[in-house]
């Protein structure tokens, strides 16, 4: 709807009075940081949110603050949509702090974000409290080795992922044991997306390994990985 900042004032005031909204829409309509924060006061009293999605509104870094608040009072959150916001580190890792009290996540897309290694901690802590995630995107983050490692450690005790999403992070084969021992234990996957990532043939090996107990997959995509 392209409804932009201008109107956040007036969306936010009709969810002020709808402290039992459940489910929120509001991708791609160009909110930016003015319109996030706006939007995230009208949320101060609503604490039954299951779904929000504020993916692609180019709400940067400069909202991640009040989205965070937002979050932290809404621990019933089960689907969270903040892809292609240019976030970055700083507001990936106040993200991260918002979900701290949020263990019923079953899906979290911060695609296209260019959070980096730096966030990775803080992701990877979110990913640990919350086993009964089955959809992560993370693509298009430059996570690179080091920090898909990190997130590979958060996965340990994830096991119902279908879908996994690491696509364009420059993660490169030195992440492949990782990346294998969660794709090991996690023998419901459907969708794997690891396009881009300069894997080479050592890497693609042992993505190999970790999916010899995967039967259900229906999209496999390496496309783009030197594997040879």
């Known amino acids: 709807?392209?409804?932009?900042?201008?109107?956040?004032?007036?969306?936010?005031?009709?969810?002020?009075?709808?402290?039992?909204?459940?489910?929120?829409?509001?991708?791609?309509?160009?909110?930016?940081?003015?319109?996030?924060?706006?939007?995230?006061?009208?949320?101060?009293?609503?604490?039954?949110?299951?779904?929000?999605?504020?993916?692609?509104?180019?709400?940067?870094?400069?909202?991640?603050?009040?989205?965070?608040?937002?979050?932290?009072?809404?621990?019933?959150?089960?689907?969270l949509y903040l892809g292609g916001n240019n976030l970055q580190a700083a507001g990936a890792i106040k993200i991260a702090k918002g979900l701290e009290n949020v263990s019923n996540l079953t899906m979290l897309d911060l695609d296209d974000n260019n959070i980096s290694e730096e966030a990775a901690d803080d992701i990877a802590a979110v990913l640990s409290h919350n086993n009964k995630l089955q959809e992560l995107y993370l693509?298009?983050?430059?996570?690179?080795?080091?920090?898909?490692?990190?997130?590979?450690?958060?996965?340990?005790?994830?096991?119902?992922?279908?879908?996994?999403?690491?696509?364009?992070?420059?993660?490169?084969?030195?992440a492949a044991d990782d990346i294998e021992a969660v794709l090991s234990h996690n023998n419901k996957l459907q969708k794997l997306y690891l396009y881009g990532n300069n894997l080479q043939a050592a890497g693609a090996i042992k993505i190999a390994k970790g999916l010899e107990n995967v039967s259900n997959l229906t999209l496999i995509d390496l496309s783009n990985n030197n594997i040879s």
């Open 1 to 79: 709807n392209n409804i932009s900042e201008e109107a956040a004032d007036d969306i936010a005031a009709v969810l002020s009075h709808n402290n039992k909204l459940q489910k929120l829409y509001l991708y791609g309509n160009n909110l930016q940081a003015a319109g996030a924060i706006k939007i995230a006061k009208g949320l101060e009293n609503v604490s039954n949110l299951t779904l929000i999605d504020l993916s692609n509104n180019n709400i940067s870094e400069e909202a991640a603050d009040d989205i965070a608040a937002v979050l932290s009072h809404n621990n019933k959150l089960q689907e």
């Open 139 to 174: 693509g298009g983050n430059n996570l690179q080795a080091a920090g898909a490692i990190k997130i590979a450690k958060g996965l340990e005790n994830v096991s119902n992922l279908t879908l996994i999403d690491l696509s364009n992070n420059n993660i490169s084969k030195e």
